[in-house]
Structures are given as C-alpha cells and as structure tokens.
T-cell receptor, first 114, second 114 residues
C-alpha cells in the first residue's frame, strides 16, 4: 500500500530532551516536506527536500533540523525542544517538487513539550 | 506574496443541506495548482482535488463539486446533501512553483448535525 508513515504518532516529552520524528514513504517520491499545524494558523512548512542530500528551510525552520540521506526517509530532529514546539506535525511527499504534483500526507505526530 | 484565505472559520448545517466552502487565493504565478484537503476528527489529511490554473472547468465527484473562477481568484467547494460523515476541517491550498510548498488557508470547520 502506497503510504507515508510517521513515528511516533504521539509523544510527550520535556524541555531540552532531544527527539526525532521519523518519516518514511514507499512511493519513490523525490520531494518530502514537514509541516506543523497550530490552531488558527493552519499548516506551515518547516523544511523540505527536493531530493536526496538536498534540504532547505521552509517558513518556520527555527529549532528544527532535518536530513535526507535516503530517498524514502526524512526525519525531523528537535535538538532541544521547547514548549512552543508543541504542535501537530505532518510529513508529506510528492513525486516531484513541482507545483503540479499532489502532496500526500502522513498520519501526523502530536507532540507535547512540557 | 502568495496567500490563501478561507474566510469561514466554522460552518454548521443540518444533514442534507448543501454547503459551500469559500477559498480565495493570491499569487503572481501564471501557472499554479490549487488543492483541497479534508481533515476528519481522526486528524489525518486526505487529498480531495487538484486543479490547475489553466483549466477552469468545474468538477463534480459524487456529492462534491468545485467551482474555480480565475477572474475572482476563487476555488470554492460545495457539498451537496451533506452527511454527518462530512464533518471535518477543510483546507484549501496553493502550491508554490518555486519551493513546492503548500500554502494553506486557515481551514473551515464544517459541522453537519443529524
């Protein structure tokens, strides 16, 4: 089944404790992206990757890191999480990074930072 | 700048009523794509439709229809004979031709009461 998977789905952590949210897709997509969703703000892009070893900042990259060592995986790293990073996170992928492509989303990861 | 506006924050209807969700966008791109996604209470983002800027033909899929009007920069979504299962948050989005990111509206929460 073609899908984007994220783990964990739910996470409660404390300020400053490094964490990684994994994202994997099995559709051989070149483009992957992370978004966060906050009430009243919709979804905002954190980072994106056009292809392996190519990553770039989105609208709200502060406090996050990503890597794209393999085509299928695009982990989101929070080196020192803070309470303002409490949010619902979505990973997405599409065949290419062009505006014509449809992005498909993972199930979401609900993160709470205490 | 690119922007998507969904002016209706919340809509409440009774089952079997028709409902239209508004979406207005801004972009300087001559070619662009617009999308609608559904976010049910379970939280995932479900792709509904993609529309390109040079095809203004309206589209119907079952009870769903979309009206794209380039002259007014609008891409409205109508649900005919609404059902309780249509209750969700609906997002309109514009995909950037430069970075591939999706620019989301703030979402419209639709509640369909039995």
């Amino acid at each position: 089944e073609a899908q984007v998977t994220q783990n964990p789905r739910y996470l409660i952590t404390v300020t400053g404790k490094k964490l990684t949210v994994t994202c994997s897709q099995n559709m051989n997509h070149e483009y992957m992206s992370w978004y966060r969703q906050d009430p009243g703000l919709g979804l905002r892009q954190i980072y994106y990757s056009m292809n392996v070893e190519v990553t770039d900042k989105g609208d709200v990259p502060e406090g996050y890191k990503v890597s794209r060592k393999e085509k299928r995986n695009f982990p989101l790293i929070l080196e020192s999480p803070s309470p303002n990073q409490t949010s619902l996170y979505f990973c997405a992928s599409s065949f290419e990074g062009t505006h014509t492509d449809t992005q498909y989303f993972g199930p979401g990861t609900r993160l709470t930072v205490l | 700048a690119q922007k998507v506006t969904q002016a209706q924050t919340e809509i409440s209807v009774v089952e079997k009523e028709d409902v239209t969700l508004d979406c207005v966008y801004e972009t300087r791109d001559t070619t662009y794509y617009l999308f609608w996604y559904k976010q049910p209470p379970s939280g995932e983002l479900v792709f509904l439709i993609r529309r390109n800027s040079f095809d203004e033909q309206n589209e119907i899929s079952g009870r769903y229809s979309w009206n794209f009007q380039k002259s007014t920069s609008s891409f409205n979504f109508t649900i005919t004979a609404s059902q309780v299962v249509d209750s969700a948050v609906y997002f309109c989005a514009l995909r950037s031709s430069n970075t591939g990111k999706l620019i989301f509206g703030q979402g419209t929460t639709l509640q369909v009461k039995p």
